[in-house]
């Protein structure tokens, strides 16, 4: 019997043992109602921008919004007697009568230069014109008259009665960067109201536009299309500032081919100043004769530069003679900022007054030295 009840208490003390054992040897595991899925997720920030509907960081609506208000449509006609009128020979048959008198007519842009009406554009826009008709961006029309001309830089200011017109703020021309955005905004095609964007491509470009002798021509150039009607109007900064006049395209065609090219505002505001206040622009000369140094001229000046002008020729008289410069000086710099080419120069002196006293740095056999110079009037 003692031996019944032994065998029977180890059976159930191994079977407890083992039971233990079984528990004990289990991987640990926690329920899942103990850790719920969302207590896992923790907030995050998201470092990564969605894609945008536009490829441009910004565009342009601000500065397009801006300038088109103050950019017109500028209507020219004129009455002129036909060409070899003498020599026509169909007024042999057709009488006095034939020919006679034909219409000329034209069309460009304009921008308004302040708010009471007056209104820059392109001289070779209005210089023929008896009559010049402005029409807004609103479609209301005035009447204008040509206050002045001057066909050396291709301005001309005209007016319109009136006041509270949308005049736009000016840029600063001498800042601006190659590779800036610029907006041309004109009436191409007579396609009212447009605006096209580049950047600016080079600044101080010279293309033999307006003759030379006493042209200036220091544009700046950009990639914005413009087209024949644009003549006149805005060329703005991103900010929709007035940074220059749109003048001329480089092409073969009679159409944009890639290049355009604005008269800067800086030297805008001196002559359209200058027409407003006299009717004609003041100019004030250094009186010389210039050429663009380069490498092989400059080794036959025996002289270690290779940018900046070279007085070849003095005006008896005028201002550089009295100043003491001489042929051969090479102008590199004027009142502090540097000289590399032509264009720089002209536009700088175009846009000093007679009886201002300017600072020259010139090289002359190899020395740099400094000269004030007294300008005239031309």
Request: aromatic content about 8%; glycine content about 10%.
């Amino acid at each position: 019997m003692k031996q019944l009840f032994a065998l029977v208490f180890a059976s159930i003390l191994g079977g407890v043992i083992a039971l233990g054992g079984y528990v004990l040897l289990q991987p640990q595991t926690t329920p899942a109602t103990e850790a719920p899925i969302q207590s896992l997720a923790r907030p995050v920030s998201n470092i990564n921008v969605a894609p945008g509907t536009k490829a441009a960081p910004f565009d342009f609506k601000a500065a397009a919004a801006k300038a088109m208000p103050a950019v017109v449509h500028i209507s020219a006609s004129a009455v002129q007697p036909a060409s070899n009128e003498s020599d026509n020979p169909f007024r042999f048959f057709f009488g006095e009568e034939y020919g006679g008198q034909q219409p000329r007519k034209g069309s460009g842009s304009g921008v308004f230069y302040t708010s009471d009406g007056y209104i820059v554009t392109n001289n070779h826009v209005v210089e023929f014109a008896d009559e010049v008709e402005v029409t807004l961006y609103d479609n209301r029309t005035y009447s204008a008259e040509v206050i002045g001309r001057d066909e050396k830089t291709d301005l001309a200011v005209i007016k319109i009665e009136g006041n509270d017109f949308p005049a736009l703020n000016f840029a600063n021309s001498d800042e601006a960067e190659v590779g800036e955005w610029a907006l041309a905004v004109g009436n191409p095609f007579e396609l009212t109201s447009t605006v096209t964007a580049g950047i600016i491509s080079a600044k101080g470009r010279s293309i033999n536009l307006l003759g030379g002798g006493r042209a200036i021509e220091s544009f700046i150039q950009t990639d914005a299309a413009v087209n024949p009607g644009n003549s006149g109007g805005a060329l703005v900064d991103a900010d929709g500032n007035l940074l220059g006049i749109n003048t001329a395209i480089a092409t073969r065609t009679g159409v944009f081919s890639g290049y355009s090219f604005a008269i800067p505002v800086n030297l805008v505001r001196r002559i359209a100043d200058d027409i407003i206040e006299y009717g004609t622009y003041q100019r004030a000369f250094l009186g010389v004769t210039i050429s663009e140094l380069d490498s092989d001229y400059a080794d036959q000046l025996g002289v270690d530069i290779t940018q900046g002008v070279v007085i070849e020729e003095l005006v008896d008289g005028g201002s550089a003679q009295f100043a003491g410069l001489q042929p051969k000086d090479i102008i590199v710099g004027i009142n502090g900022r540097d000289i590399t080419s032509v264009p720089e120069l002209q536009e700088i002196i175009g846009r000093a007054r007679a009886g201002q006293t300017v600072e020259l740095e010139v090289n002359r056999r190899g020395q740099n030295q400094t000269i004030p110079v007294k300008l005239k009037a031309g």
